[in-house]
């Protein structure tokens, strides 16, 4: 998806999260955010990560480490030639605070075996605004 077709998507998830939309509404702005968020991270898009994450945000790794917003930011695109799909989601809404689970599988290069971790993304609703607070990366 080329990036100003990415933008606009994201975009619309926050115009919808804006307005205090039903659960079935909000889940699927969370499903696009989770979309966008895996999109930026490997390309590295640092408008979009910053406008999906809260200043508070947390990252626990699957070897315990901890990263934080800022960190999350300077991290490098992924190579060239990678990619990552998001699998099995499921969007948790409970008024302003989701939890959204799932599988994101990597692949290091064309042909390469993925790797799958399973992610827990906790999200707030901050000024209308859902924002990832924080996130949990772990083995299945």
């Known amino acids: 998806m080329k990036c100003r077709h990415l933008f606009t998507l994201f975009a619309l998830a926050v115009t919808m999260g804006a307005a205090h939309a039903e659960p079935a509404d909000d889940a699927k702005v969370l499903s696009a955010m ?69 599988v994101v599988r990597y692949y290091a290069s064309v042909g390469a075996q993925p790797l799958e971790l399973s992610f827990l993304d906790v999200f707030a609703r901050r000024d209308g605004t859902w924002r990832a607070i924080s996130s949990e990366l772990s083995h299945p």
């Not at 590295?44 to 947390?58: G, R, Y």
């Not at 999350?72 to 302003?96: F, Y």
């Open 34 to 102: 989770e979309q966008a968020w895996a999109t930026a991270s490997q390309t590295a898009d640092q408008p979009v990560l910053n406008a999906i994450l809260d200043d508070s945000f947390s990252q626990k790794l699957p070897d315990g480490r901890q990263r934080t917003k800022a960190q999350l930011l300077q991290a490098p695109r992924l190579p060239a030639g990678s990619r990552q799909e998001l699998l099995r989601m499921d969007e948790k809404v409970n008024g302003d605070t989701a939890v959204v689970t799932g």
